[in-house]
């Protein structure tokens, strides 16, 4: 908190590509002095691997940030394939096919067809039970970021708010110290009573995989009995748990909207999205349903940049500084510029960075941009930031949960800490001494 504000950070989603560049949006803050007055952390997805391991490690900071690094050289996607549970499953896979060829070339050849329909039939209804990949994934997240720690080992402050999307409310399901909810449940509409959860022996790792679990790649997550405060509302209700970018990729819903208990004054929004990349061939339905899903989640995202950041000075009239891996810094201050241009900036900020009324009715745009380059000291923040080819990197990076090197890891992290530096400088001055 600063001058009574509340001051929220939200890390996007991205897998180990997010996981990286919100470090780097962690240092800029830390080295900046801001990060030690973050009143919450709300968390999607990759960024929750970030936030969670901040929320235990935090108040040592060279520690976390050494832990981290080192744990992303890891790949969760060979734990998963090296599990025991995948290899049975492999080996069982191989023998079933095995056994299908050999019925091929003898008097049962008839038994093949069916045991090959069976075989299919099995994998498909019972895919999540025969191969639960949240939950392996939840085994490594404990083993080698969280420790078998619950939710109420997290630091007390900053809150750490980790989301997860709720497919039976469509709504999203919140993980922190003191509470995890879904507001439907927490203040139904229909006068029944609320439901409440246990959430101090959760284990801060499934609440992770939860806000990871892409759909189509990995199961989704349930609540088990033990967790409600009221074993009997288990019957009534049934959460489904996958990956908070379904609802809220940026993390920014919780610290925007009005009606939650993590709202705040001031926003800091790190983005580790880019620019969704072209693709013109597609071989079978499942790319193509993958890709439509690409597309649905693309266009929440955008819905969602206009309603909580851009129309911004509309509704909420709250300081909002919003970067993104996807962004070039070069279009920062010219971005600024055609907010000011058309009144998208709110009051407080131009105050703050003494821009006159004058000024801007005279439309003295070239005086008031050389005034803020360097107020903000803007050419010492330019020389700071990547070159092409290491901005090409960055944006390389796949989102997904394989190791990362070392080469990735700087410029991600590179990225970051420009980009915050000067959205904070230009978006949320009132935040600088």
Same mark, same amino acid.
């Given at each position: 908190?600063?001058?009574?504000? +509340? ?18 949006? $962690? ?28 929320? $235990?490690?935090?108040?040592? =900071? ?19 394939? =090296? ?20 019925? $091929? ?71 922190? +110290? ?23 022996? =959760? &284990? !801060? ?9 892409? &759909? ?8 088990? +009995? ?10 009534? !209700? ?61 266009? !929440? ?43 998208? /900036? ?24 050389? +005034? ?28 997904? $949960?394989?190791?990362?090197?070392? =080469?990735?890891?700087?410029?991600? /992290? ?14 949320? &001055?009132?935040?600088?001494?």
């Amino acid at each position: 908190m600063k001058n009574n504000k +509340k001051i929220g950070l939200s890390l996007s989603g991205g897998g180990y590509r997010a996981t990286i560049y919100h470090l780097g949006t $962690l240092r800029k803050l830390k080295e900046m002095n801001l990060l030690d007055k973050v009143d919450v952390i709300s968390t999607i997805s990759g960024g929750s691997i970030t936030g969670a391991y901040y929320g $235990l490690k935090g108040e040592k =900071f060279e520690e976390f940030d050494k832990g981290l690094i080192n744990i992303v050289k890891k790949s969760i996607i060979r734990g998963i394939y =090296f599990s025991f549970r995948f290899i049975c499953i492999i080996i069982t896979l191989l023998l079933i096919l095995g056994l299908i060829v050999f019925l $091929l070339f003898t008097k049962y050849a008839w038994i093949s067809t069916p045991l090959l329909l069976i075989t299919v039939f099995i994998i498909i209804v019972f895919q999540y039970s025969i191969f639960p990949v949240s939950h392996i994934i939840n085994r490594l997240y404990s083993k080698w970021f969280f420790e078998g720690k619950t939710l109420k080992d997290f630091n007390i402050a900053p809150i750490i708010a980790i989301n997860a999307t709720n497919v039976e409310t469509g709504r999203p399901f919140t993980f922190s +110290k003191n509470k995890m909810s879904d507001s439907s449940y927490e203040y139904p509409t229909n006068g029944e009573t609320p439901i409440k959860f246990k959430q101090d022996n =959760f &284990p !801060i790792s499934l609440a992770v995989a939860s806000s990871t679990c892409v &759909p189509f790649a990995f199961t989704p997550i349930y609540i088990e +009995k033990k967790f409600y405060h009221n074993e009997n509302d288990f019957s009534r !209700i049934k959460p489904c748990l996958v990956d908070g970018g379904v609802y809220d990729n940026q993390g920014v819903h919780k610290l925007t909207h009005g009606n939650s208990s993590y709202v705040c004054d001031i926003v800091i929004v790190s983005d580790a999205g880019d620019l969704m990349p072209k693709i013109n061939s597609f071989n079978n339905v499942i790319q193509l349903l993958v890709r439509t899903s690409d597309i649905f989640m693309n266009r !929440i995202k955008n819905y969602q940049m206009i309603q909580h950041v851009f129309d911004n000075y509309k509704f909420n009239k709250k300081p909002i500084a919003y970067q993104s891996l996807g962004w070039d810094f070069d279009s920062c201050i010219k971005g600024f510029m055609d907010n000011l241009k058309k009144g998208a /900036i709110i009051d407080d900020v131009i105050d703050a960075h003494e821009i006159s009324r004058s000024e801007i009715e005279n439309k003295e745009w070239e005086l008031i941009q050389n +005034k803020l380059e360097e107020r903000i000291h803007y050419n010492v923040i330019k020389s700071k930031q990547p070159t092409k080819d290491e901005l090409n990197i960055a944006r390389s990076v796949s989102t997904n $949960l394989k190791s990362l090197q070392d =080469f990735q890891i700087n410029n991600l /992290i590179k990225q970051a800490a420009c980009l915050t530096e000067i959205q904070i400088k230009l978006y949320c &001055p009132i935040l600088i001494d």
